[in-house]
T-cell receptor, first 113, second 114 residues
Framework: EPEVTQTPSHQVTQMGQEVILRCVPI?????FYWYRQILGQKVEFLVS????????KSEIFDDQFSVERPDGSNFTLKIRSTKLEDSAMYFC???????????FGPGTRLTVT | KNQVEQSPQSLIILEGKNCTLQ??????????LRWYKQDTGRGPVSLTI?????NTKSNGRYTATLDADTKQSSLHITASQLSDSASYIC?????????????FGQGTTLQVKP
């Protein structure tokens, strides 16, 4: 069964460093999303992406964040200068144009020290 | 303010028993309501999706209800199994279709004991 994959599973970085989180959505999906979940808290929407542009973004998604679909398969989230409060689980999701179903990847745990 | 509230926060039941989880929401405009199951350290997995006109939907031992007038939903789990131990999250989509923003509840942590 097709699934969303994410790499790395765990990323440790120092405050101020740039990180890129990678996702491979399900191949025929057209809509892509990033969410984050701080330990013990709710999952929070960050951004949605369709047709090579951002559809919607939350107030969390400030100028430090960017997304890109550099080729036909990858979808990336870049954090330019990480802060301690960026430590969280980051989930990628994708969906097709027929249903409202969003399929989530297993997540990348980002630890900023 | 767009919010999704769930109760109880946590629940422990014995294997084979039934349980019902509750969700109240204040999200506008409403598009659809979803229930997800999230195992520890994993991504959420969709159980059901209901639009405004649907008031019940089943997926195996999971049955979700929706009352759009009172803005309440429930997830009923029948004949629980040890593998049902997880966090169950109520999620409301705000807006329309695939670009609708998902508003997540805090989840109900279910523990099924033998």
């Amino acid at each position: 069964e097709p699934e969303v994959t994410q790499t790395p599973s765990h990323q440790v970085t120092q405050m101020g460093q740039e990180v890129i989180l990678r996702c491979v959505p399900i191949s025929n999906h057209l809509y892509f999303y990033w969410y984050r979940q701080i330990l013990g808290q709710k999952v929070e929407f960050l951004v949605s992406f369709y047709n090579n542009e951002i559809s919607e973004k939350s107030e969390i998604f400030d100028d430090q964040f960017s997304v890109e679909r550099p080729d036909g398969s990858n979808f990336t989230l870049k954090i330019r200068s990480t802060k301690l409060e960026d430590s969280a689980m980051y989930f990628c999701a994708s969906s097709d144009s027929e249903t409202y179903e969003q399929y989530f990847g297993p997540g990348t745990r980002l630890t900023v020290t | 303010k767009n919010q999704v509230e769930q109760s109880p926060q946590s629940l422990i039941i014995l294997e084979g028993k039934n349980c019902t989880l509750q969700c109240n929401y204040t999200v506008s405009p409403f598009s659809n309501l979803r229930w997800y199951k999230q195992d520890t350290g994993r991504g959420p997995v969709s159980l059901t999706i209901m639009t405004f006109s649907e008031n019940t939907k089943s997926n195996g031992r999971y049955t979700a209800t929706l009352d759009a007038d009172t803005k309440q939903s429930s997830l009923h789990i029948t004949a629980s199994q040890l593998s049902d131990s997880a966090s169950y999250i109520c999620v409301v989509s705000r807006g329309s279709g695939n670009t609708g923003k998902l508003i997540f509840g805090q989840g109900t942590t279910l523990q099924v004991k033998p």
